[in-house]
C-alpha cells in the first residue's frame, strides 16, 4: 500500500486509460463500419448513376479507398450526387493488414469485377503483412494497373475454358478493356479519399455521444491516411460526408 500510494497508481491508471481507449476506438470503427455495411450502393444504384445523361465520364482512373471490403461505399454515391463525373476506370481500393511478415507481391492484389462488368468498375483488395512498405504512389500505381490487366486476361479466359480455341469476340473484349485502361493510365490516376464526419443520432445517450465526440477528437490527431499512404497532394480529392451513428 506504501508504494502504491507513493506512484505505485500510475500504471494501473495508465492501463485502466489505455483501455477505455481502445474500447472506445473499437466501438466507433465497428458502428462506423456496420453503418458503411447497410448503406452501400446496390448494383442498381451503379447502373442508374453510370447511365445518368447528367454523369459525365471523363478519362482517367479513380482510385476510390475504403474500409469496406464488400459492395460500394455510400461516399461514392454522395461524390456523384455532389460532382457528376466518374473516370473512364474506377476502383475501389480497400487495404488490409494480416497478420504475416510479408505478402508476396504477386498474391498482393485481389480483384473482381463490379457488375455489371461494361461500367469498368473494379473492387481490390491489396493485403499487407506488418514488415511490407506500400512504396511511393508511382510504385503502386504500377503495380496495380499490371496486376488489373492480368486479372482482365484471367477472367477472359476463365469463361472461354470450355472453349477449344479463344472466340474472336473474347479476344477483341481483351484487347478493348486493355487499350481502355492504357488510355486511362495516360491521362493519370486521382486518388479519392472519404472525409467522414461521425455524429450520434440527436436521441442518443449522454454516454453514446461521449464516446462518439472521444473517437472524433482522436482521429483528428491521428496521421492522416493519405500521409500513411504517401498520396500526392496534386492528385487527391477528399470527399466529406456525414455518418449518423
Given at each position: 500500500?506504501?508504494?502504491?500510494?507513493?506512484?505505485?497508481f500510475?500504471?494501473?491508471?495508465?492501463?485502466?486509460?489505455?483501455?477505455?481507449?481502445?474500447?472506445?476506438w473499437?466501438?466507433?470503427?465497428?458502428?462506423?463500419?456496420?453503418?458503411?455495411?447497410?448503406?452501400?450502393?446496390?448494383?442498381?444504384?451503379?447502373?442508374?448513376?453510370?447511365?445518368?445523361?447528367?454523369?459525365?465520364?471523363?478519362?482517367?482512373?479513380?482510385?476510390?479507398?475504403?474500409?469496406?471490403?464488400?459492395?460500394?461505399?455510400?461516399?461514392?454515391?454522395?461524390?456523384?450526387?455532389?460532382?457528376?463525373?466518374?473516370?473512364?476506370?474506377?476502383?475501389?481500393?480497400s487495404?488490409?493488414?494480416?497478420?504475416?511478415?510479408?505478402?508476396?507481391?504477386?498474391e498482393?492484389?485481389?480483384?473482381?469485377?463490379?457488375?455489371?462488368?461494361?461500367?469498368?468498375?473494379?473492387?481490390?483488395i491489396?493485403?499487407?503483412?506488418?514488415?511490407?512498405?506500400?512504396?511511393?504512389?508511382?510504385?503502386?500505381?504500377?503495380?496495380?494497373?499490371?496486376?488489373?490487366k492480368?486479372?482482365?486476361i484471367?477472367?477472359?479466359?476463365?469463361?472461354?475454358?470450355?472453349?477449344?480455341?479463344?472466340?474472336?469476340g473474347?479476344?477483341?473484349?481483351?484487347?478493348?478493356?486493355?487499350?481502355?485502361?492504357?488510355?486511362?493510365?495516360?491521362?493519370?490516376?486521382?486518388?479519392?479519399?472519404?472525409?467522414?464526419e461521425?455524429?450520434?443520432?440527436?436521441?442518443?445517450?449522454i454516454?453514446?455521444?461521449?464516446?462518439?465526440?472521444?473517437?472524433?477528437?482522436?482521429?483528428?490527431?491521428?496521421?492522416?491516411?493519405?500521409?500513411?499512404?504517401?498520396?500526392?497532394?496534386k492528385?487527391?480529392?477528399?470527399?466529406?460526408?456525414?455518418?449518423?451513428?
Amino acid at each position: 500500500m506504501v508504494k502504491f500510494k507513493e506512484g505505485g497508481f500510475l500504471p494501473l491508471v495508465s492501463a485502466i486509460i489505455f483501455t477505455m481507449i481502445m474500447g472506445i476506438w473499437f466501438y466507433a470503427q465497428r458502428e462506423r463500419y456496420m453503418f458503411e455495411l447497410n448503406n452501400k450502393v446496390s448494383s442498381e444504384s451503379v447502373i442508374k448513376l453510370v447511365n445518368d445523361l447528367n454523369t459525365n465520364r471523363i478519362q482517367g482512373i479513380g482510385v476510390l479507398y475504403s474500409e469496406l471490403v464488400q459492395g460500394i461505399p455510400p461516399i461514392f454515391a454522395h461524390f456523384i450526387a455532389n460532382i457528376p463525373t466518374i473516370h473512364s476506370v474506377v476502383v475501389f481500393v480497400s487495404l488490409k493488414g494480416i497478420p504475416i511478415s510479408n505478402v508476396a507481391l504477386e498474391e498482393r492484389f485481389l480483384f473482381r469485377y463490379v457488375e455489371p462488368r461494361e461500367c469498368k468498375m473494379f473492387r481490390c483488395i491489396v493485403r499487407h503483412g506488418y514488415n511490407d512498405v506500400i512504396g511511393d504512389s508511382m510504385e503502386f500505381e504500377s503495380q496495380l494497373v499490371q496486376y488489373l490487366k492480368e486479372f482482365i486476361i484471367q477472367e477472359s479466359n476463365y469463361i472461354s475454358q470450355h472453349e477449344t480455341t479463344m472466340s474472336s469476340g473474347v479476344v477483341e473484349g481483351i484487347e478493348n478493356e486493355m487499350k481502355s485502361i492504357g488510355k486511362a493510365l495516360e491521362k493519370g490516376v486521382v486518388y479519392m479519399l472519404g472525409e467522414t464526419e461521425i455524429v450520434a443520432y440527436p436521441k442518443s445517450s449522454i454516454l453514446h455521444k461521449i464516446i462518439v465526440d472521444t473517437y472524433n477528437f482522436l482521429r483528428r490527431n491521428f496521421q492522416q491516411r493519405d500521409e500513411l499512404m504517401a498520396i500526392p497532394r496534386k492528385r487527391l480529392l477528399k470527399v466529406g460526408m456525414t455518418y449518423e451513428i
